[in-house]
């Protein structure tokens, strides 16, 4: 079975789009510092991403709600680390990852 080209392109930016969230949301559970990301960066993520979950929701395209449900999940992860006070963020962030040296 091949698939047509827009079928890959779409699988790529999923791949691509899913991946480039998920650096961040692991940096944030190992070092438990959010003090470089920006609130209104991830604010805006989660609405863009809540917005085509919705879009894709309304035409009943599984690609486009699998990979901005996934996407929004893990924006609004990262958000919300963002806005915890630092002793919520590390209960959190143990309750993750709790082998994390001196956490």
Same mark, same amino acid.
Do not use: H
């Given at each position: ?7 890959? @392109? ?7 789009? @899913?991946?480039? /969230? ?7 559970? =190992? ?19 809540? &917005? ?11 690609? &486009? ?22 002793? =919520? =963020? ?9 082998? /994390?040296?001196?956490?």
């Amino acid at each position: 079975m091949t698939l047509e080209m827009s079928e890959l @392109v779409g699988a790529l930016a999923s791949v691509a789009s @899913v991946s480039s /969230f998920a650096p961040q949301a692991w940096k944030v559970i =190992r070092t438990r510092e959010t003090s470089s990301l920006s609130s209104a960066m991830y604010g805006l993520t989660v609405a863009g991403c809540s &917005l085509w979950l919705a879009y894709g929701i309304m035409l009943e395209q599984w690609p &486009l709600i699998v990979t901005n449900g996934i996407c929004l999940a893990l924006a609004a992860f990262i958000l919300l680390m963002k806005l915890l006070p630092p002793s =919520r =963020r590390k209960a959190v962030a143990e309750a993750i990852d709790p082998n /994390f040296p001196g956490g």
